[in-house]
């Protein structure tokens, strides 16, 4: 399974980015539950937003309000509307898989593509 994260670049404060991530090498994205992270320059790598097989959601407190995550199984896609941009989301996003329907934090993902760079500054 491979992950290809889309969609970064430099914004003003305010204004929004949509970040695509397409898989590659799934046969059912139904039961592959798919979840963001970010990592800030000197910081750890952070959950952002999970979406389960179900479509349900969850967000850090960090984005909620402001990100939508969503996915279409078809494109073997998921998103994420990131809306009201602050210089603190800054951070290379990253796409991650976990293969069950629900996502579990207490565990790693099992599948991680590589990152793409969100600038937020004036």
């Known amino acids: 399974v491979q992950l290809q994260a889309s969609g970064g670049g430099l914004v003003p404060p305010g204004n929004s980015l949509r970040l695509s991530c397409a898989l590659s090498?799934?046969?059912?994205?139904?039961?592959?539950?798919l979840a963001w992270f970010r990592q800030a320059p000197g910081k750890e790598r952070d959950w952002v937003s999970c979406?389960?097989?179900?479509?349900?959601?969850l967000y850090s407190d960090s984005v909620e309000g402001r990100f939508t995550i969503s996915r279409d199984n078809a494109k073997n896609t998921v998103y994420l509307q990131m809306d009201k941009l602050e210089p603190e989301d800054t951070a290379i996003y990253y796409c991650?898989?976990?293969?069950?329907?629900?996502?579990?934090?207490?565990?790693?993902?099992?599948?991680w593509g590589r990152g793409t760079q969100v600038t937020v500054s004036s």
């Open positions: 991650a898989a976990q293969t069950t329907p629900f996502y579990d934090r207490t565990y790693a993902p099992d599948y």
């Open positions: 090498g799934v046969n059912n994205l139904d039961y592959h539950a």
């Open positions: 979406i389960n097989s179900a479509d349900s959601t």
